[in-house]
């Protein structure tokens, strides 16, 4: 049955690997001691977790300059949810034939992707905290599907970083100092809805949704470049106009960002981190087009507590 499941998988995803749910319950519990795992419905009944790995680009769309912002790599063109949800109902049709019953989930369940891909010897996890697996590097999007068979195998990847400290060394806000703090992480500020402090706005340079450093540092990383699925190239919209970003309306928004990863959030965590960027570049037309947005959100503290530290700056120059 392992070889039939792995032929099917074959078919739809770059890499993937079983674990058992007892090992992975046993192995979060190590390292984990809270033990709610109650977003998985009758956690009880798999027997199985088959972790997938989408591979997608490396190569940095061309950066615009001035008046523009980027997204991170993995916002690359659709949202792999929406990629992974359209390949994991091929899987389930194929896995009902064999009356293998199925339940998938990305980011949203109580397992964690990393570590069951771990486990399920796709790759070590680095000190950059992400999963490097030895042919796509970090450069692969995680996924898991529980089945309720039994498949198990013994692959690990005993690879370490050794010595290298690149990524700790290269991470702008020391994040990954003493393991990993995520209030400190970019890509998390990029994401959260909260006002920024003036150390926090100075973050936004280039990316005006998440971080890469500790990828594009890591050597694990080096000559990694798959272009393996059209939905992970760049659409062209990954190279957001800070302005015309900041004076959408959210329809307008939906319209262009409903099928991109970095639209989760909400626009006007984006509208904020385009202000911070506007703020960087010193790009001082941009300050009536921030007031407008201030008046406009004046019930949102964070956005305008944020949009008015800028407004500040950029007048003050
Ligand atoms: C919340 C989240 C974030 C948060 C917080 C991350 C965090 N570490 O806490 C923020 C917004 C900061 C974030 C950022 C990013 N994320 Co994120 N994130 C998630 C998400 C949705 C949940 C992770 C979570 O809950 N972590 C909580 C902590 C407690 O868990 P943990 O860090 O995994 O730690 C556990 C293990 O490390 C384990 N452990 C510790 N030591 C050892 C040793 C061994 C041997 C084993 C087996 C386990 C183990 O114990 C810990 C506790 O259980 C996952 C998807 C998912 N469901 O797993 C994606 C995910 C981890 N993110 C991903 C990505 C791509 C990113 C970014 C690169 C995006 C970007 N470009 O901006 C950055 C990278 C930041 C970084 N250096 O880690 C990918 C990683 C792919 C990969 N190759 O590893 C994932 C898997 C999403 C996906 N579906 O593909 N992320
Ligand atoms: S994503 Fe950026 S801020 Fe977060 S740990 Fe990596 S380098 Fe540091
Ligand atoms: S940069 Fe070095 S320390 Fe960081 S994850 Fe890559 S190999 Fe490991």
């Given amino acids: ?17 079983f674990v058992s749910v007892k090992r992975y319950l046993e192995n979060r519990l190590l390292h984990d001691k809270k ?10 009944e798999y027997q199985t977790i088959i972790v997938l790995g989408l ?13 523009y912002g980027i997204l991170s790599r993995y916002a690359y063109g659709m949202d792999y949810h929406l990629v992974f949800n359209n390949i994991f109902k091929a899987i389930e049709k194929e896995l009902e034939q064999l009356k293998i019953k199925s339940h998938f989930s990305v980011d949203v369940s109580d397992i964690l992707e990393k570590q069951a891909a771990s486990l399920a010897g796709l790759g070590y996890i680095g000190k950059n ?26 692959i690990i990847d005993s690879s370490t970083c050794l010595d290298c400290t690149l990524c700790i060394e290269a991470c702008p806000s020391n994040a990954l100092d003493n393991g990993f703090n995520r209030s400190l992480c970019i890509s998390d500020i990029s994401q959260e809805k909260n006002s920024l402090s003036n150390l926090e706005i100075g973050y936004f340079k280039k990316m005006i949704y998440g971080c890469d450093i500790c990828q594009i540092v890591c050597p694990k990383n080096i000559g990694i470049d798959y272009h393996l699925h059209k939905e992970n190239e760049p659409s062209g919209i990954e190279n957001v ?6 004076n959408m309306t959210n329809k307008e928004f939906e319209k ?25 570049q010193k790009i001082k037309e941009s300050t009536k087009d921030i ?6 959100y004046k019930d949102v503290l964070w956005y305008n507590e944020t949009a008015s530290k800028v407004l500040k700056m950029l007048e003050s120059e």
Avoid: H
């Fill in 55 to 67: 591979s997608y680009p490396s190569k940095e769309v061309e950066n615009k300059g001035i008046g």
């Fill in 291 to 296: 007031k407008k947005s201030i008046e406009k």
């Fill in 256 to 280: 262009v960002y409903k099928n991109n990863a970095s639209s989760w959030t909400g626009a006007l965590v984006l509208k904020r981190n385009a202000v911070c960027l506007l703020g960087n």
């Fill in 35 to 44: 033990d709610s795992f109650s977003r998985i419905p009758d956690f009880e």
């Fill in 1 to 17: 049955m392992k070889e039939i499941i792995s032929n099917i998988l074959n078919k739809y995803v770059d890499v993937f690997g």
């Fill in 129 to 154: 905290q992400l999963l490097i697996n030895k042919k796509y590097g970090t450069y692969l999007n995680l996924a898991t599907i529980l089945v309720d068979i039994e498949i198990d195998s013994n």
């Fill in 241 to 246: 106009d800070l302005i015309e970003l900041l």
